[in-house]
């Protein structure tokens, strides 16, 4: 496989942007998607900080493929002009660290109710991200996640289809978390997907390495770049890394168990050589 560009979640190397940076290096890694700087969200650093990174990331020969924000990972029924607030900041965020992308979610549905109930509402709320975004040259790529209304690939179809200016981002893991088939997802999606995110799963929700888990991460991979796909990013949830509790829905944890290593680093490193295996393979 050539002309394969690899961008990682390097926070869950380390929260410090420089040893980020090491991280990548020292993996041969193409740059970020980038996550929490120094301990905090992406999405409220300041333009300043932003600037920061950049020269950094410059000074390195590493670029940020996309901005890997929490929007839309809210209460569908929250309040939505403090989303349109962040999401205002957020893609300024991307225009300063000159990233392509935006990572969003379609909001958390509430607790035993009806996910499809709030399809409209959804798409009407991701629609006004995309009018914002419109002309900017970023573009909107909605993530798979738990507990949110495209948690499922039907429901993802339903926003993919409805605002063709999103483009989506193939988590294999949360499908598997969510007892959804990846082939059968991918069949359904693969058109409409514009990067990987590089993260495998047991039947039982336990994050693996890529490849020794139940999300076919090979088999789909091998067909993303068939369908002439080149970006991956690396989410190895292979450590508990700092800021990971802050991601997570209230009452949730993450399952690490099966694969315990002595560092994040390690961790980090591990995930990348997986990848790499499988790219081999292939």
């Known amino acids: 496989m050539k002309n394969l560009k690899i961008y990682a979640f ?3 190397a380390s929260a410090n942007v420089d040893r980020q940076i090491e991280a990548m290096q020292r993996n041969g890694l193409n740059g970020l998607e980038i996550r929490n700087v120094d301990g905090t969200n992406v999405s409220d650093i300041s333009l300043g900080k932003a600037a920061e990174v950049r020269e950094k990331l410059d000074a390195n ?28 900041h957020t893609l300024e965020i991307a225009h300063a660290l000159n990233s392509e992308n935006i990572r969003i979610f379609s909001f958390y549905i509430p ?39 495209g948690d499922t690939a039907e429901r993802c179809l339903d926003i993919l289809e409805a605002l063709p200016e999103i483009k989506g981002i193939f988590d294999p893991a949360n499908f598997v978390q969510c007892g959804v088939d990846t082939l059968k997802a991918w069949d359904m999606l693969g ?38 796909g080149t970006a991956f990013t690396l989410e190895p ?8 509790s802050g991601l997570e829905r209230e009452g949730e944890e993450s399952k690490v168990k099966n694969f315990v290593y002595k560092s994040n680093d390690e961790a980090f490193d591990a995930a990348c050589s997986a990848l790499r ?3 081999e393979e292939n």
């Open 10 to 12: 390097a926070d869950e």
């Open 61 to 88: 020969g590493l670029s940020v493929w996309s901005v890997g924000s929490p929007i839309g990972k809210t209460d569908i029924d929250g309040d939505f002009d403090a989303d349109i607030e962040k999401f205002k």
């Open 111 to 149: 607790h035993g109710k009806d996910a499809a109930e709030y399809k409209n509402k959804v798409i009407d709320r991701l629609g006004r991200f995309s009018e914002i975004a419109v002309g900017s040259g970023v573009t909107l790529c909605h993530e798979n996640e738990k507990g949110i209304y």
């Open 191 to 228: 058109k409409y997907i514009k990067y990987m995110h590089i993260k495998d799963a047991m039947a039982d929700g336990s994050v693996v390495p890529a490849g020794f888990g139940d999300g076919n991460v090979r088999e789909i991979v091998r067909m993303y770049v068939e369908n002439g």
């Open 237 to 244: 949830h292979l450590a508990v890394f700092d800021g990971l």
């Open 277 to 279: 295996k499988i790219m």
